[in-house]
């Protein structure tokens, strides 16, 4: 989950869009045609138009979105030292950034972005021989009506040495007892995004992070994650705990809000967390989290008699029913008494009902948001509180 109000792409295609409205070729239309880029601090611009661009390669799946068509750009730049940082843009482009090293005839993806919507500017870091070469595509979008103006810019920069912090994978989790806290500090200026997720992750749309990790030493009736006192302020970060590492299940915030602290930066807060491993992913955004910044983790300690839960206490069970546009849920054991309720990964309810006492079955009515969507299912109970993740149905 992620507080952003981030774009969301409704792609309502109803006919086939060519970008080829003249018969003059691509200049850089294919790998061996690249138009050189300098690696310079000052980024050093190079502009071309996308408006005769062909598709040399498939579009790809990157940050958790695949476009209809990729009618690429190509660039290459030869490495001055061990990271370079990719950076481009277009007024009126969507665009998705990949780089790759290797010749044209034997290319290997080393990274993509395409975490902002039209107007963006996409930036990606990767790692770097110094004298070796390396090619970058780039293309847009391809939405039901193209822009007009497809002209685009691209420039490479000398890199940054990742976070100590940028692998999760490198992370000591530090003890937690139920009842204290942590503070945690570092920058999100560097990070990649090698080995943050599995690909099947909700998060793996989301772009780079780097990580914190804590070992909680028994059951937490709730923690909350507070970013005060960061500045400049994180105006996008993450709301969850990864339960793995590299990210693949996660726990979801029950509520976030800008106003606990002093400044506007961000609180989470979760129920019940039972002793384990969470690591804390901290998200890198080049307009809204780029920067020093500081966490603090509180907690407070489960009353005596809280049992441990268990994703195994509800199942989802059954298949869609377009009649009466609900699936069955069913507990493994009787509820005391709670409620059920459908969210989005951005932790917007979609659907709430009671469930009542002593009962294992009940319907929930949810929306349907596409073939793509994926959402949250949340059961809370005197003895539970589950949140499972129900794909696309």
Request: proline content about 7%.
């Given at each position: 989950m992620v507080h952003n109000s981030r774009r969301m792409r409704i792609s309502l295609v109803f006919a086939t869009f060519l970008f080829v409205v003249s018969s003059h070729a691509q200049v850089n239309d294919v790998c061996d045609d690249a138009l050189p880029l300098t690696v310079d601090a000052s980024c050093i611009q190079v502009t071309t138009e996308l408006l005769n661009a062909t598709e040399s390669l498939p579009p790809i799946l990157c940050n958790g979105y695949t476009s209809s068509a990729a009618n690429d750009a190509w660039f290459t730049f030869t490495a001055l030292g061990p990271y370079t940082r990719l950076r481009t843009g277009g007024t009126s482009l969507d665009l998705v950034l990949e780089a790759f090293s290797g010749g044209c005839g034997v290319l290997t993806s080393e990274g993509c972005s395409d975490a902002f919507p039209i107007n963006g500017t996409e930036e990606l870091q990767i790692a770097t021989v110094p004298g070796n070469s390396y090619h970058v595509r780039v293309y847009a979008w391809n939405y039901a009506i193209p822009p007009t103006n497809q002209e685009m810019w691209i420039c490479a920069l000398p890199g940054t040495p990742p976070p100590v912090n940028d692998l999760c994978a490198?992370?000591?989790?530090?003890?937690?007892?139920?009842?204290?806290?942590?503070?945690?500090?570092?920058?999100?200026?560097?990070?990649?995004?090698?080995?943050?997720?599995?690909?099947?992750?909700?998060?793996?749309?989301?772009?780079?992070?780097?990580?914190?990790?804590?070992?909680?030493?028994?059951?937490?009736?709730?923690?909350?994650?507070?970013?005060?006192?960061?500045?400049?302020?994180?105006?996008?970060?993450?709301?969850?705990?990864?339960?793995?590492?590299?990210?693949?299940?996660?726990?979801?915030?029950?509520?976030?809000?800008?106003?606990?602290?002093?400044?506007?930066?961000?609180?989470?807060?979760?129920?019940?967390?039972?002793a384990g491993t969470y690591w804390l992913p901290v998200l890198w955004d080049q307009a809204a989290a780029n920067g020093p910044y500081q966490i603090e983790v509180s907690t407070v300690a489960c009353p005596v008699g809280v049992g441990e839960l268990s994703g195994q206490d509800m199942v989802v069970a059954g298949q869609w029913?377009?009649?009466?546009?609900?699936?069955?849920?069913?507990?493994?054991?009787?509820?005391?008494?709670?409620?059920?309720?459908?969210?989005?990964?951005?932790?917007?309810?979609?659907?709430?009902?009671?469930?009542?006492?002593?009962?294992?079955?009940?319907?929930?009515?949810?929306?349907?948001?596409?073939?793509?969507?994926?959402?949250?299912?949340?059961?809370?109970?005197?003895?539970?509180?589950?949140?499972?993740?129900?794909?696309?149905?």
């Open positions: 490198s992370i000591t989790p530090v003890p937690l007892a139920p009842g204290d806290g942590l503070q945690f500090s570092g920058t999100t200026v560097g990070a990649t995004i090698t080995n943050d997720y599995v690909q099947s992750s909700p998060l793996n749309w989301a772009g780079p992070c780097v990580w914190h990790a804590f070992e909680l030493q028994g059951c937490v009736s709730s923690l909350s994650v507070a970013y005060c006192g960061t500045s400049p302020t994180f105006q996008n970060t993450f709301v969850v705990l990864a339960l793995s590492c590299p990210a693949d299940s996660l726990r979801y915030a029950v509520n976030w809000d800008q106003v606990s602290c002093s400044e506007p930066n961000v609180t989470f807060r979760m129920d019940t967390l039972q029913d377009p009649t009466s546009s609900s699936y069955l849920l069913r507990l493994n054991a009787p509820s005391t008494g709670g409620e059920v309720r459908c969210m989005d990964l951005l932790g917007r309810e979609l659907a709430r009902q009671v469930w009542p006492a002593g009962s294992t079955e009940v319907s929930l009515r949810l929306p349907r948001i596409g073939a793509q969507g994926v959402h949250l299912i949340q059961f809370r109970d005197a003895q539970r509180d589950l949140v499972l993740r129900l794909v696309a149905w």
